[in-house]
Antibody
Framework: QVQLQESGPGLVKPSETLSLTCTVS????????WTWIRQPPGRGLEWIGY???????NYNPSLKSRVSMSVDTSKNQFSLNLSSMTSADTAVYYC???????????WGQGTLVPVSS | QTVVTQEPSLTVSPGGTVTLTCASS?????????PNWFQQKPGQAPRTLIY???NKHSWTPARFSGSLLGGKAALTLSGVQPEDEAEYFC???FGYGGVFGGGTTLTVL
């Protein structure tokens, strides 16, 4: 069974770029579609986008200009970069995995990223 | 961007049956929207119950089922248990990507 663990900074300053990594165990980094989802405190979920090992990616249009995702097969990790962070980006960020680009089957525990100076 | 709408809250008695729905602002939900359903309890990460309209995860209890109903995606709980009290989110996919519904708070009372 696939297990996912997010890692990254505990705090980001406004205008900086958020970089998060998700480490995968129990499954092949090559066959799944790797998704990022976020949840502002006390609010609902927002789909950020996904990336596949083939290089194919699909991003939320509202975030597309600021988002990039990649897969590092040598480390069994995938990553999210989100630039020009503001307080509106404060959220718990989840990494997730699906067997297609249209499914989310496994979730990480999530990591809270506050944006504050 | 497309808006995905869920009932804000529902209440059900233990042992009862309840159906949660997930609607799209641009028209009927179909299997091509690949509806996913997730359960989230306070302080926990969501966990997947249903994907691809009606496919259950290995850990999804038999009392949960997914379907399409009246132009919406639906999640039906039959024989509700107290531990089913939680927030439920749907996720629909469109040509440009995924959109979550606002969530349904299910109270078992």
């Amino acid at each position: 069974q696939v297990q996912l663990q997010e890692s990254g900074p505990g705090l980001v300053k406004p205008s900086e770029t958020l970089s998060l990594t998700c480490t995968v165990s129990g499954g092949s980094i090559s066959i799944y579609y790797w998704t990022w989802i976020r949840q502002p405190p006390g609010r609902g979920l927002e789909w950020i986008g996904y990336v596949h090992n083939s290089g194919f990616s699909n991003y939320n249009p509202s975030l597309k200009s600021r988002v990039s995702m990649s897969v590092d097969t040598s480390k069994n990790q995938f990553s999210l970069n989100l630039s020009s962070m503001t307080s509106a980006d404060t959220a718990v960020y989840y990494c997730a995995a699906g067997n297609t680009g249209f499914s989310v089957l496994y979730w990480g525990q999530g990591t809270l990223v506050p944006v504050s100076s | 961007q497309t808006v995905v709408t869920q009932e804000p809250s529902l209440t059900v008695s233990p042992g009862g049956t309840v159906t949660l729905t997930c609607a799209s602002s641009i028209g009927a939900v179909t299997s091509n929207n690949f509806p996913n359903w997730f359960q989230q309890k306070p302080g926990q990460a969501p966990r997947t119950l249903i994907y691809g309209t009606n496919n259950k995860h290995s850990w999804t209890p038999a009392r949960f089922s997914g379907s399409l109903l009246g132009g919406k995606a639906a999640l039906t709980l039959s024989g509700v248990q107290p531990e089913d009290e939680a927030e439920y989110f749907c996720l629909l996919y469109f040509g440009y990507g995924g959109v979550f519904g606002g969530g349904t708070t299910l109270t078992v009372l």
